[in-house]
């Protein structure tokens, strides 16, 4: 019995240490003996990763920050989870991934993990909330402000689009942290859409 009843917090214990592998540091460090965090965004992200160690090696980054999300949350949902556990496995993924325990505290933004979480459950899901992402974007002509309003703003959209259950608690779970986390970035200027600071 007591097994049983912690078995569905270790999904989500899984899910902040998986999000918490900081590959964009380990891949930059090993592919050009520096840190992400020194340089352009000083993010954990694709987008950092690609400015200073090359195309090729953002791109894995990226494929690997969205396994982070993907992985524990696939896993939660096929282990037959209640729907709170899977959404705060994907939730945590995403804390793990802005705030990894294995990069002192620091990390990414959180974006390709959330995508990773809602791939695992609703590929139509991740699709609409991409879009709104990149409308926002397009729109707002601000990325931090425009992924901020998605995080809030998705859960809504997905609800509109007749997308539900587990879709939403894991929209929304993701969401509130991918708000928390580009709020900070609020007034940040942007000489263009690829999140580069001002000089």
Not at 67 to 88: D, E
Not at 123 to 135: A, C, E, M, N, Y
Not at 172 to 185: E, K, P, Q
């Amino acid at each position: 019995m007591q097994i049983a009843a912690i078995y569905p917090y270790l999904f989500p214990i899984l899910g902040y240490l998986s999000g918490s592998l900081p590959f964009a540091l380990w891949i930059t460090r090993l592919a050009k003996g520096i840190d992400v965090r020194d340089g352009g965004s000083g993010h954990v992200t694709t987008t950092n990763t690609i400015r200073q160690a090359g195309l090729g090696w953002g791109i894995l980054v990226f494929v690997l920050d969205v396994s982070k999300g993907f992985l524990p949350t696939y896993l939660a949902f096929r282990s037959g989870l209640p729907y709170w556990a899977v959404a705060l496995t994907a939730g945590l993924a995403v804390v793990g991934h802005c705030w990894s325990v294995f990069a002192q505290f620091s990390g990414g933004m959180g974006l390709a993990t959330t995508g990773g979480s809602l791939l695992a459950i609703n590929p139509l899901g991740f699709i609409i909330t991409v879009g709104v992402l990149v409308s926002l974007t397009l729109f707002l002509r601000h990325s931090a402000r425009a992924a901020f309003l998605t995080g809030l703003l998705a859960p809504v959209v997905l609800w509109l689009l007749a997308q539900r259950g587990l879709t939403i608690w894991i929209a929304v779970a993701t969401g509130v942290v991918v708000a928390i986390r580009f709020l900070n970035d609020w007034n940040r200027k942007y000489r263009e859409l690829w999140l580069d600071r001002e000089p």
